[in-house]
């Protein structure tokens, strides 16, 4: 083998030639080509790697609803379990009973007829069943009921009101609007009018009529009716105690009304002198002597 030295060349052995791979062109076309497959194998990946981070951040926001979700339903259940279980128990058991709005009635034996409801849990009253109780008394004309935590129940009524008393043999009743008695006595009873409409049936015409009349005038004016008198729906008249005026009143139709304009012609005339008024037709009101 020739010795090399510094500034030698080196010569190739003897019998060896050098290898010559011959020359390619590069073509444009396969070069953007393969850029392009590159450039979408890389695309493709980072899309991959995208969608399975998504997917663990889709995963992780659903486990974290869902544990949000199971964890307000428990506490729901609880709570709920814990107020039906607080309502029915006897710690809200209807214990004390209270009436109120009374005149005629005596609470304690309202109170009383509800002494079966005592003891039921407050949620659990029978509405129907304290309606069926309240309704033997004919003088309740309304009640409501209201239920005070923890044990009772406050029953406030409204009674009857009488508006004129129907002399029925030898006993007079108090009667209401309704024609409902509300109290009977031997002796005919102060400071309310003796009505006399047919035979005082709440279910005739006069005797609605004068019902009518009665509820509309002023209670300074209603107390001073004597007696009042119908046979129709439409020929209501009374007198006024003490003055001994005659008020012919005609029909129920604008009783309000005509209130006003009796009230009117009263304080007009000479009180010391009988009158009877005529409001029948109250834009035109008649005044004579009696």
Same mark, same amino acid.
């Given at each position: 083998m020739p010795a090399v030295g510094p500034g030698a060349v080196p010569v190739p052995r003897e019998g060896r030639r050098p290898r010559l791979l011959p020359a390619r062109?590069? @073509?444009?076309?396969?070069?953007? !080509? *393969?850029?392009? @497959?590159h450039l979408e194998r890389a695309a493709a990946r980072a899309a991959r790697r995208a969608e399975r981070a998504e997917a663990r951040r889709f995963t992780r926001r659903t486990r974290r609803r869902r544990m949000i979700t199971w964890g307000s339903v428990a506490t729901l259940t609880a709570l709920l379990a814990t107020v039906v279980a607080v309502t029915l128990s006897p710690l809200m058991a209807l214990t004390d009973i209270r009436v109120t709005g009374t005149v005629r009635l005596d609470p304690?034996?309202?109170?009383?007829?509800? +002494? !079966?409801?005592? @003891?039921?849990? $407050?949620?659990?009253?029978? =509405?129907?069943?304290? *309606?069926? @109780?309240? =309704?033997?008394?004919? $003088?309740i004309r309304s009640y409501s009921l209201e239920v005070v935590p923890p044990h009772s129940l406050v029953v406030r009524v409204v009674e009857r009101a009488p508006i004129g008393a129907v002399e029925r043999g030898s006993l007079f009743d108090l009667v209401d609007a309704a024609g409902v008695v509300v109290e009977s006595t031997r002796e005919r009873p102060t400071g309310v009018p003796l009505i006399r409409a047919g035979e005082a049936d709440p279910d =005739?015409?006069?005797? !609605?009529? &004068?019902?009518? &009349?009665? +509820?509309?005038?002023? +209670? =300074?004016?209603?107390? *001073?009716? +004597? &007696? &009042? %008198?119908?046979? %129709?729906r439409d020929d209501v008249a009374f007198t006024i105690r003490d003055l001994g005026h005659r008020v012919v009143w005609g029909s129920a139709e604008r009783s309000a009304f005509k209130a006003r304009v009796l009230e009117a012609a009263i304080a007009v005339n000479d009180p010391a002198v009988s009158w009877q008024f005529d409001v029948s037709a109250p834009d035109s009101v008649i005044v004579r002597r009696r």
């Open positions: 062109a590069i @073509d444009p076309a396969e070069q953007a !080509r *393969r850029r392009t @497959d304690s034996a309202i109170s009383g007829a509800l +002494d !079966r409801h005592r @003891d039921t849990p $407050l949620a659990l009253l029978d =509405e129907g069943g304290i *309606r069926s @109780d309240l =309704e033997e008394f004919a $003088l =005739e015409a006069a005797f !609605r009529s &004068v019902a009518e &009349v009665l +509820d509309a005038l002023p +209670d =300074e004016l209603a107390t *001073r009716v +004597d &007696v &009042v %008198t119908a046979s %129709t």
